[in-house]
C-alpha cells in the first residue's frame, strides 16, 4: 500500500531530523582494579584521526575517517555509513584523566584510563555483625 502525500496538505508527521556529523561507535568497558580499559570500535580510522578531550569528568572521543575521493566517484547515498565517530562517557571523577593511554590498531581504538589514588586507597567496607 503506498501512501500520497500532496504538498498542500498540513503535515501530519514530524519532519525528520537532518542527519548529524557524527555516529556513535560500538564500545566494550573493561573494570580492572587499577585501571578502566576501553576498546572503541572506529574501522576506518587511523592514529592521525583520532582526538580525545576531556570536559570535566566526560571523555569525549572524535574519531574521524581518511577521505578517499575518486575522480570518477558517483554518490551511493553513503553518508549514513561514512560518516566519523563521536562517542561521550561520563566517566566520574574517580579517574585520572592526565595519565590516560591510548592506542589504535586494525580499527580498534584501545584506551586505559588508571584510577586515582585516593579511589584506590579507600578502604573496603566492614560488616557488622548483630549479637
Not at 578531550?53 to 572521543?61: A, E, K, Y
Not at 562517542?87 to 580498534?108: H, M, N, P, Q
Request: charged share 20%.
Amino acid at each position: 500500500m503506498h501512501t500520497i502525500i500532496h504538498r498542500n496538505q498540513h503535515q501530519r508527521y514530524p519532519v525528520a531530523k537532518p542527519a548529524t556529523d557524527f555516529r556513535s561507535p560500538h564500545y566494550e568497558c573493561l573494570d580492572l582494579p587499577q585501571s578502566l580499559k576501553l576498546a572503541v570500535y572506529v574501522p576506518g580510522v587511523d592514529a592521525n584521526g583520532v582526538e580525545l578531550t576531556t570536559q570535566g569528568t566526560d571523555l569525549i572521543v572524535t574519531a574521524r575517517k581518511a577521505q578517499h575521493v575518486r575522480v570518477n566517484w558517483q554518490a551511493l547515498h553513503l553518508e549514513s555509513a561514512q560518516r566519523d565517530y563521536q562517542l561521550t562517557l561520563r566517566l566520574g571523577s574517580g579517574y585520572d584523566f592526565d595519565s590516560l593511554r591510548a592506542f589504535i590498531a586494525k580499527g580498534v581504538l584501545t584506551i586505559v584510563l588508571p584510577k586515582r589514588r585516593t579511589a584506590l586507597a579507600a578502604p573496603p567496607a566492614r560488616q557488622r555483625q548483630v549479637a
